[in-house]
């Protein structure tokens, strides 16, 4: 096999055509077989995502052939994801490491970071919260927008905060972000945020047990929330509204669980916003909206017999 594929060309191609025979998933940060393909040969090879065409009749080592071979085995058969595989993920156009510990970055929260929460957020942000970070890349791209921000990162998964810390590290923020390892806002007691930005887990269990295999290697803690999906979001809604300051926005995403949302706290105001890239499911609120559901979002979680704690 390593004889008749030789250029980066040849394993693009070879890849491509593996991942559209197995009919692996999609949904990780890529929208077609091909263009994971290029990620995958690309960057096991040390090589720019955007490398220009040129270099796609480039020549490769015995060595670097044997790995690919090895990644695109592992993607098509055991369908681990290509982020996983080479040890990175991009988000709102920046590169951050990712591992199993960590959601792959694929909010379409990236967008409104980019475009600084606007017309929604009406003052800038002294404190950020990403709650929930994962890998931190929310944090820190809203640390790369809000330029003179304090960024707090915080997340349940010592694993999760690790990946965090490097990243943190790597994009140069160590100054003005730092890690917390806290059950929701159990280790921020007494800060008030400008902006607090969550993509918690959303994704009813018997859902994320029904996902693709490629699914099943990310992190089920990062994922699962109960029967109905909402046990994280209505925590959230519930305690929030005591770290908000009064000027400040709440960012939620709860994905394809927003209509089970809505219809169990039809209180709920707040803007969904559309999206040009894609992506649905995220709620802003201001800090009325959050007075105004807190209450109702607790009488919720009493009802169901659940606790202020996970």
């Not at 951050?96 to 967008?111: K, T």
């Not at 349940?156 to 929701?184: Q, T």
């Not at 709440?250 to 992506?279: K, R």
């Not at 609120?285 to 202020?308: H, I, K, T, Y």
Request: hydrophobic residues 45%; glycine residues 8%.
């Amino acid at each position: 096999m390593t004889d008749e594929l030789q250029s980066i060309c040849d394993f693009i191609r070879y890849a491509t055509s593996r991942a559209n025979c197995a009919k692996v998933a999609l949904g990780q940060g890529f929208d077609s077989t091909l263009d994971e393909a290029c990620f995958l040969v690309l960057r096991s090879l040390h090589l720019p995502p955007d490398m220009p065409p040129a270099y796609a009749a480039a020549q490769l080592t015995s060595a670097e052939r044997a790995l690919l071979l090895e990644r695109i085995e592992q993607r098509v058969e055991q369908c681990i994801p290509t982020a996983y595989l080479v040890g990175e993920a991009w988000f709102a156009g920046a590169p951050y490491r990712v591992g199993p510990a960590v959601l792959i970055p694929r909010s379409p929260i990236a967008e409104l970071i980019q475009s600084s929460f606007q017309p929604w957020l009406h003052s800038e942000p002294a404190r950020i919260l990403d709650l929930c970070c994962g890998s931190g890349c929310i944090g820190i791209a809203a640390a790369h927008q809000f330029a003179d921000a304090e960024v707090d990162l915080v997340d349940i998964s010592a694993e999760a905060l690790a990946i965090a810390a490097h990243n943190v590290d790597e994009h140069g923020v160590v100054h003005r972000a730092r890690c917390v390892e806290s059950d929701l806002y159990a280790g921020v007691q007494g800060q008030r945020y400008g902006l607090i930005v969550s993509n918690p887990p959303y994704v009813p269990n018997a859902e994320v047990d029904a996902l693709p295999a490629e699914f099943q290697h990310e992190p089920g803690l990062a994922l699962r929330s109960g029967d109905d999906g909402l046990d994280l979001p209505l925590l959230i809604l519930a305690q929030s509204s005591a770290f908000l300051t009064d000027d400040g926005l709440l960012v939620l995403e709860v994905g394809a669980t927003a209509d089970a949302l809505l219809d169990a706290l039809p209180e709920l105001g707040g803007h969904w916003p559309e999206f040009e890239h894609g992506g649905d499911g995220v709620v802003m609120l201001s800090a009325d909206d959050l007075l105004a559901v807190a209450e109702p979002a607790a009488e919720l979680l009493r009802q169901r017999g659940a606790s202020n704690g996970r």
